[in-house]
């Protein structure tokens, strides 16, 4: 890769961590950094005032420094500094003594004419803030940026009839139901972006479950169930995401609360939308009389897309980013992500991000370098002896060696690191894998694979050789 230039860098990172939080968000927090300078250490940002960055710190670093290091490729230090013209730079301080914030004042009080005192300012951005927690709501996640295939097609209907005519009693409630990272968020907002487009409903909330959660527990505190009850029982539209979280830990009296919620709203015909990670009845933990509730409506699957599907999301990920993908480097990336759709995402970012960095087209090739670590295991089947093959290639030693009966010590290794491969990549039975490496029986197979699984947990280059050979295989 060419000099790393930080200000492309910070618009990689920019463009990944817009879609990681709320527009409005974005756009309060985001808008005005710039990406400073890049050492192999570090990666400066640069934030407008003290206030917002000491925001980064408390509330964003996390997502920064994940985004950050996906797109470098290794870990750094992520310093924030405040912009001060074009000389300045002053590092933000984690606790932030009244004294910054003083200087703040007069930072601004000395700055451009006709701009925000950062009293109004902090106003502004905490009220954004604010207008922000009753939303939640992903600006891309709309039916718009929806692609509809045969592993999702219901629940998308569903999710329509939803919108047309919230509150009909047999899709309410909605409960979208499938396993991780398959559009049940995406879908959920959806509704709740289109149901106020079209305006059939007035009042819409979502949530995840862990803020009703968190909300009913701060009431408790507070003394203001009352309230929090008002809140919930007069909307129109009430989305719980990700409802299983109930069922952790103890939360007999936020499931009572919900169960009131629930009937209260039904009672009234408003609508109900649900997600959860498996089938109600299978949330153990739920109360019984909830499970038979969620059950009342219509339940929705969803399931991990077919090729189909992943090729048409791939396309429509690209071209939303501006990133040209060949059919070949598509059907590439689809062939082998197949389990979930944010992993399919990731495999775009990530190119996207290399092609912007490097100025390089993205061939079949370079997708196939850059994608290595995320590509792990090849969906389609691969065969024993190409794993052979790959293993006495990486280990120097040759496939006859292996199906020997040789009990040197590199041999023993290499022969065993293949075994536990064809066993991870192939559907291959113990006794096969047996019987193509010289007629050996399936214990020997099985005390193989043990063997490797307890080295793995002590042994980092282990985990880097299967690496190799796997790559090596795609
Ligand atoms: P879940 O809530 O089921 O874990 P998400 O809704 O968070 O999954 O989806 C994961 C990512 O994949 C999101 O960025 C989402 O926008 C994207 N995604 C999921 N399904 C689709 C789809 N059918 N079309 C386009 N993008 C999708
Ligand atoms: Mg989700």
């Known amino acids: 890769m060419k000099q790393e230039d930080p200000a492309q860098l910070w618009s990689v990172c920019l463009s990944e961590l817009r879609g990681m939080m709320p527009a409005q968000t974005f756009a309060t927090w985001f808008e005005r950094t710039r990406g400073h300078d890049v050492t192999p250490e570090k990666f400066t940002i640069e934030v407008p005032n003290p206030f917002s960055g000491e925001r980064m710190l408390k509330r964003f670093h996390d997502k920064i420094s994940q985004v950050v290091t996906t797109q470098l490729g290794r870990q750094v230090v992520i310093d924030y500094h405040i912009f001060e013209g074009n000389s300045q730079i002053i590092p933000v301080l984690t606790d932030l003594p009244s004294y910054v914030t003083d200087r703040a004042v007069q930072a601004d009080q000395t700055g451009q004419a006709g701009r925000a005192g950062p009293a109004d300012r902090a106003d502004r951005e905490q009220q954004a803030e604010s207008k922000e927690e009753t939303d939640n709501l992903y600006d891309n996640y709309t039916f718009e940026n929806f692609v509809v295939g045969e592993c999702n097609d219901f629940a998308h209907a569903a999710s329509l009839a939803v919108v047309k005519s919230p509150g009909q009693q047999t899709f309410n409630p909605l409960v979208i139901y499938g396993g991780v990272g398959l559009g049940k968020t995406h879908l959920a907002q959806a509704i709740a972006h ?119 999301i791939l396309q429509k990920k690209a071209d939303k980013d501006g990133l040209s993908l060949s059919p070949d480097v598509i059907a590439y990336i689809a062939d082998r992500v197949a389990s979930n759709i944010r992993e399919l995402e990731g495999a775009v970012l990530s190119l996207l991000a290399y092609a912007s960095l490097s100025h390089c087209d993205i061939t079949i090739e370079v997708a196939k370098r850059v994608l290595s670590n995320k590509i792990r295991r090849k969906q389609r089947s691969v065969g024993m002896e190409d794993i052979q093959k790959a293993a006495a290639g990486h280990y120097g030693v040759s496939v006859e060696d292996l199906t020997a009966k040789t009990r040197k010590k590199h041999v023993v290794a290499a022969r065993q690191a293949a075994m536990y491969l064809c066993r991870d990549m192939t559907r291959a039975s113990l006794k096969d894998i047996g019987a193509v490496f010289g007629k050996r029986d399936h214990t020997t197979v099985i005390h193989a694979c043990q063997t490797v699984k307890k080295l793995l947990l002590s042994d980092g280059s282990l985990q880097e050789d299967l690496d190799k050979i796997r790559n090596s295989l795609s």
């Open 194 to 312: 289109e149901s106020k487009r079209l305006g059939t409903v007035d009042r819409s909330r979502y949530v995840t479950s862990e803020i009703f959660y968190n909300e009913f527990i701060e009431s408790i505190q507070e003394k203001k169930t009352k309230e929090f009850a008002q809140t919930y029982r007069n909307v129109d539209l009430l989305i719980v995401d990700d409802i299983q979280f109930f069922c952790k830990g103890h939360k007999d009296r936020t499931q009572e609360e919900f169960f009131h919620t629930f009937d209260v709203l039904r009672q009234k015909g408003k609508q109900i939308v649900l997600t959860s990670d498996r089938i109600p009845k299978e949330l153990s933990g739920l109360e019984e009389r909830l499970v038979s509730r969620f059950e009342w409506g219509l339940l929705a699957d969803m399931k991990p897309p077919d090729y189909e599907t992943r090729e048409a």
